[in-house]
């Protein structure tokens, strides 16, 4: 079974950069889609992008298209590179696995990180 760990939240003005990180152990993710997941508080959990397994596509959600960047590499690490982060930013991010396929419904995934918090500050 596969555990994930998100790490690189923190505390950042508005207009600037982060990068969050998503550690898989338990298991290769080299079977499942990955996707990012944001929930500010007061709101349901929302889609922020996914990327397929193999790595060659990814999909954002509007709010972030342009800004944010997913990636993943060989091993077992996901990323999220934030830039010209807004105060509707703001928010707990997860990291999430899905086998068979990419999705923006967060019920469809399997396996899902702690989360973790990303404050901008405006």
């Known amino acids: 079974q596969v555990q994930l760990v998100e790490s690189g939240g923190g505390l950042v003005q508005a207009g600037g950069s982060r990068r969050l990180s998503c550690a898989a152990s338990?298991?290769?993710?080299?079977?499942?889609?990955m996707g990012w997941f944001r929930q500010a508080p007061g709101k349901e959990r929302e889609f922020v992008a996914t990327?397929?397994?193999?790595?060659?596509?990814t999909y954002y959600a509007d709010s972030v298209k342009g800004r944010f960047t997913m990636s993943r590499d060989n091993a077992n690490m996901v990323y999220l590179q934030m830039n010209s982060l807004k105060h509707e930013d703001t928010a707990v991010y997860y990291c999430?696995?899905?086998?068979?396929?990419?999705?923006?419904?967060?019920?469809?995934?399997?396996?899902w990180g702690q989360g973790t918090q990303v404050t901008v500050s405006s």
């Open positions: 990327i397929t397994w193999t790595g060659r596509r």
């Open positions: 999430a696995a899905k086998r068979y396929g990419n999705s923006a419904d967060p019920h469809e995934y399997d396996v």
């Open positions: 338990g298991h290769t993710l080299s079977d499942y889609a």
